[in-house]
């Protein structure tokens, strides 16, 4: 409690404690993302055509797969931000429960039917690339069973939340959720190397460089760099539309639709 | 076996999918401004009939 | 920070603690079942009835496969460098089955040694190039699949 009195005592805030608690500010946050969505689309628009037009174009084939290996810069892309939404979801969520912060809970809150696209779009991807190259469209090895794990996780995040009316209440739920499913993340990502199974290892590590030829590995690159936008874009949106519909009756809501061209 | 049948219908249901993840939140969008609007109008019915 | 928000910040992640060392443990035990295939190692060092369903996974050992006149039966010879297994399969093959390649195969052994097999998936490695790649690095003598069957 002292430390609290101490903070408002004093006379100026440090310009990013101060943007953070702007960020917090519903309108002020509806104001500020609804700038650069559009930039933030027309970023990702650019990055994805860039990326498949060198990859689905330009780009060789496999000497193996052949022209199934195409099918690589959506699924690999889409995987990684699988994962990568997940792990902010649950960030966010340690964050809204802990702190209590209302647009860190929407955030984390809104990225969770994105995840589960992604992660929809990784299963079927990654099953129509097996067919031609392993002979079947499925099997329950560790990775592709982990990874329907994060789907069910996604799912259920989504579902806990709408399940409860009171929409705070609801979100504490789900971010629990979100938090303690957040151990598939580990075992997704190892599984290739604990286990034996059917899926390939890891071709691409930070650490250790990638055995994916660079005319392969770019494109497959620049994609993985797109999606991040195509997630940030998709997440503010969402955002603000929860905002909306949460504020219904506030006036800050009103002036917002006021403005607009009816 | 060709495989381009399999790379189209990976692709087709990806668009398919993101775009759907990405246009679902304007639907929701414009209903929830539609409520707005309606309450507005409830809760100022002088604003209305004075233009 | 205030008293509250330790207080809840210890509770989340005392739960966190919880679930990891459950989930760890959870995993070790299933750790047998996880497996989707076997080595002919794991084979020679664990073996398994003849009769019992199971999965091999190897290298298809160069110069091994035969197939049989009459038609869709093939033999060939799974490998993971200090073991290998004779396998016999009936049925069409993957695009991707050749030798040196990846394969898992479903079925059991008889009783002489031999598995008999009623599936066969190839299995990819974490290789990936073009095909003018792939030929610069043979002729320059590199081995262009990874030899460890994973």
């Known amino acids: 409690m002292n430390t609290n009195i101490a903070v408002k005592d004093k006379p100026r805030k440090n310009a990013l404690v101060l943007f953070i608690h702007k960020l917090g500010s519903p309108p002020w946050f509806y104001d500020f993302t609804g700038k650069f969505i559009p930039w933030l689309w027309l970023i990702f628009v650019g990055l994805a055509a860039w990326a498949l037009y060198l990859g689905l174009v330009r780009g060789p084939a496999d000497y193996l797969q052949g022209e199934s290996v195409r099918i690589i810069y959506l699924h ?21 429960l802990v702190w209590r912060i209302r647009i860190v809970e929407i955030l984390a809150m809104c990225s969770a039917p994105i995840g589960a696209a992604f992660t929809i779009v990784t299963l079927t991807a990654g099953s129509l690339w097996g067919r031609p190259t392993w002979g079947t469209y499925w099997v329950w090895d560790a990775r592709l069973t982990s990874e329907l794990v994060l789907l069910f996780l996604y799912l259920g995040v989504i579902g806990l939340y709408n399940a409860i009316d009171e929409p705070r209440k609801a979100a504490r739920a789900a971010c629990l959720l979100a938090i303690v499913g957040a151990v598939n993340l580990p075992i997704i990502h190892y599984s290739v190397k604990w286990w034996n199974t059917l899926h390939q290892g890891s071709s691409v590590s930070l650490l250790g460089g990638s055995s994916i030829d660079a005319s392969i590995l770019w494109p497959m690159l620049i994609m993985a760099f797109a999606v991040k ?27 917002v639709v006021r403005e607009q061209r009816p | 076996m060709s495989h381009l049948p399999f790379i189209w219908a990976a692709y087709s249901i990806g668009t398919v999918v993101l775009l759907w993840c990405a246009f679902a939140p304007l639907v929701r969008k414009k209903s929830a401004v539609r409520d707005i609007r309606r309450l507005i109008q409830l809760e100022e019915p002088a604003r209305d009939t004075d233009t | 920070m205030t008293p509250t928000r330790k207080r809840r910040l210890i509770a989340l992640l005392l739960i966190l603690a919880g679930v990891g060392v459950a989930s760890t443990v959870a ?57 290998e297994v004779e396998v016999e399969y009936v049925g069409i093959l993957p695009d991707l089955f050749r030798e040196g390649q990846g394969v898992i195969a479903r079925g059991a052994l008889d009783g002489n040694g031999l598995f008999e097999a009623s599936e066969v998936l190839a299995k990819h490695d974490e290789n990936y190039m073009p095909p003018e790649v792939a030929e610069a690095l043979e002729e320059s003598g590199h081995t262009v699949r990874s030899s460890d069957g994973r």
Not at chain 1, 76 to 96: E, Q
Not at chain 3, 34 to 54: K, T
């Open chain 1, 76 to 96: 690999v892309p889409a995987a990684w931000a699988s994962l990568l939404i997940y792990a902010s979801m649950a960030v966010m969520a340690f964050i809204a």
């Open chain 1, 229 to 255: 936008f195509y997630y940030l874009a998709n997440l503010l949106t969402r955002a603000r539309v929860r905002l909306l519909e949460q504020d219904l009756r506030k006036g800050w809501v009103k002036d």
């Open chain 3, 27 to 83: 995993f070790y035990s299933l750790q047998e079942n996880l497996l989707y295939f076997q080595s002919p190692s794991d084979l020679a060092m664990q073996p398994i009835p003849p009769g019992r369903q199971f999965r091999l996974g190897g290298l298809v050992k160069p110069g091994s496969v035969t197939r049989a006149q009459d038609g869709l039966g093939t033999r060939f010879v799974v490998t993971d460098g200090p073991k």
